[in-house]
């Protein structure tokens, strides 16, 4: 039900690996990155620890002076930028992208709104947190994951290297037991392979070890080195305030051109017609009666175009009688066959009412247009605080959004009021279209 129905996705092949995945993670490069963020996890966190601790310390002992304030500003200061290098660590080395924390924001320019932004900012706050939460995980992280990798690979080559103890130190092996009477050496093949297998077991283990522990260092990164909660709402309300602008000036647009290029100029017609005829009434009454039987033919023609403009800035039928009848009117206009069942306790809020329905409208459109379907149903119901909409065709297939301007579109319209658009459109069909909005009754 996009703009290209049945051209078919662009699949795209996993490479194929002959290993699985347990065998290949000591040597990927996806393990490699996350040992290099563990290791140099340690170092960065007590240069942070460091900065935080002292910086906060000396500016709480000034606060009696006006020194204070300002060195406290200046820690705040430090630990964000510390927190760019997280973010960017993390990005590199991880793939965790963590957006920007929410700007500081001074009332007004000078050192001193500065200050007072730095201090006020929630982001500064828990970016100092983050300093002395992350140095403890830091230094257990560092000792488990180093422990396990070089316990692993060391006792994996010991097959490798075990001859330097016989040949340098005088033993027969690594010593895996020793006191004043009785010592024990993996010193024969059985030992040294069961030594090996133990330091296999290491191996494989620790890729999977490192990711758990990154895995909780994303975390950290993620809830106190990126925007808080409130702030990436304000952001999305901020983004669907611009959606919902642009979307009512395309529709202005839409409807002037409709007007100018539809109604309007068929009226402009209408009326040099009327006035030929009305010259011609006393001369030749019968190219006069023509002319305006014409005439009365393209009022008609205005008519419905005017009665379609207005059905498509908000039906009739939808404020009289509801979805069901509504959809039921947009269901008869399609080309292809279309069964409706609206099965609401209520009616939802005028506004959640107007989107469904122009939701649906717009995909019976495309299924009319681009899928080639021979039948389509549309399901309307409530789920607990959300209005289900469901439109399925038997068509081609091969629908996809970010190939679609219209579905783009239909889609920012529902992010504008906390709603999703959910497709799915295999190549060779069906497609199954469902769109959520909140319940606002």
């Given amino acids: ?18 290993l699985p995945a347990a ?26 620890l460091t900065w935080t601790v002292s910086m906060v310390a000396l500016g709480a002992g000034l606060l009696v002076t006006f020194l204070g304030i300002p060195v406290l500003a200046v820690a705040l200061a430090g630990c964000r930028g510390f ?24 009332r007004t320019p000078g050192p001193a709104a500065w200050t007072a932004a730095l201090l006020k900012s929630g982001a500064s706050w828990r970016h100092a947190l983050y300093a002395l939460v992350q140095f403890p995980w830091a230094v257990f992280s560092f000792s488990v994951a180093l422990a396990f990798w070089t316990c692993g690979w060391t006792l994996l080559t010991y097959p490798l290297w ?15 037991y020793g006191d004043a009477h009785h010592s024990v050496y993996l010193d024969n093949p059985f030992e040294i392979g069961v030594t090996a297998l133990v330091g296999l077991v290491f191996t494989l283990v620790t890729p999977w070890l490192v990711r758990a522990l990154t895995t909780v260092d994303g975390l ?14 304000v952001v999305e309300l901020e983004s669907d305030r611009g959606a919902v602008v642009d979307t009512a000036a395309a529709d202005l647009r839409r409807i002037e051109r409709d007007l100018h290029d539809g109604a309007q100029a068929r009226l ?43 059905r498509g800035i908000h039906p009739a039928v939808l404020t009289d009688r ?28 005028p506004a959640i009412e107007g989107i469904a329905y122009f939701t649906v409208s717009e995909l019976l459109q495309n299924v009319g247009k681009h899928s080639r379907a021979r039948s389509a149903a549309v399901d309307v119901w409530r789920s607990a605080d959300r209005l289900m909409l469901q439109v399925t065709d038997d068509g081609v297939g091969g629908a996809d959004v970010s190939r679609s301007s219209g579905l783009a579109g239909l889609t920012a319209r529902l992010d504008a009021v906390d709603g999703v658009l959910l497709m799915d459109s295999p190549a060779g069909g069906p497609t199954r279209v469902i769109a959520e909005l909140p319940w606002r009754g």
């Fill in 1 to 18: 039900m996009a703009t290209e129905y049945g051209q078919g996705f662009a699949h795209r092949s996993a490479p194929h690996h002959r």
């Fill in 23 to 48: 065998l290949r993670a000591p040597v990927e490069g996806r393990s490699l990155r996350e040992f290099a963020y563990v290791l140099l996890g340690l170092p960065i966190a007590v240069v942070l």
């Fill in 83 to 106: 927190g760019v290098l997280e973010r960017a660590r993390a990005r590199g080395l991880l793939g965790l992208e963590v957006a920007e924390p929410e700007p500081l924001r001074p």
């Fill in 162 to 176: 075990f001859w330097v103890f016989p040949a340098y130190a005088g033993e027969g092996g690594l010593q895996l």
């Fill in 220 to 233: 950290l990164v993620r809830g106190l080195l990126g925007p808080s909660p409130l702030s990436a709402r």
């Fill in 268 to 310: 402009v017609n209408l009326a040099m017609d009327l006035g030929l005829a009305k010259e011609k009434l006393r001369e030749d009454p019968d190219t006069a009666a023509r002319m305006v039987e014409e005439a009365h033919g393209e009022v008609k023609t205005a008519l419905q175009e005017l009665r379609d403009l207005a």
């Fill in 322 to 349: 509801g979805l069901d009848a509504a959809l039921s009117s947009v269901a008869s206009r399609c080309p292809v066959p279309v069964r409706v069942e609206v099965d609401l306790p209520a009616r939802p809020a």
